[in-house]
Nanobody, 124 residues
Framework: QVQLVESGGGLVQAGGSLRLSCAAS????????MGWFRQAPGKEREFVAA????????YYSDSVKGRFTISRGYAKNTVYLQMNSLKFEDTAVYYC?????????????????WGQGTQVTVSS
């Protein structure tokens, strides 16, 4: 059974940092491209960041570029999202997702496996 489990969310003041983790069981993350998406209250889920299966390519939404970093921890079968300089508008539930597609990583429908999400709340 495939499971993706996010952790690391919480409450942080604006300007602070958090590191989200996505741990996988039932699949080897090194064979999948991985993405992070988020959904704020009353809004649709949106792309945040993605990393290719090799880790050689990363992609970010304009809203987080320069502040967030996606990376892989191969030994731990985990993907991370380091979030710095957090803003109130980053408040959302953050989801990790896995895809065996090599393209369209910005697109939610490309991802076949999803975690349950972790809440990130940034106080202004």
């Amino acid at each position: 059974q495939v499971q993706l489990v996010e952790s690391g969310g919480g409450l942080v003041q604006a300007g602070g940092s958090l590191r989200l983790s996505c741990a996988a069981s039932g699949l080897t993350l090194s064979r999948y491209a991985m993405g992070w998406f988020r959904q704020a209250p009353g809004k649709e889920r949106e792309f945040v960041a993605a990393i290719s299966w090799s880790g050689g390519s990363t992609y970010y939404s304009d809203s987080v570029k320069g502040r967030f970093t996606i990376s892989r921890g191969y030994a731990k079968n985990t993907v991370y999202l380091q979030m710095n300089s957090l803003k109130f508008e980053d408040t959302a539930v953050y989801y990790c997702a896995a895809t065996n597609s090599g393209s369209y990583l910005y697109t939610e429908s490309e991802y076949g496996y999803w975690g349950q999400g972790t809440q990130v709340t940034v106080s202004s």
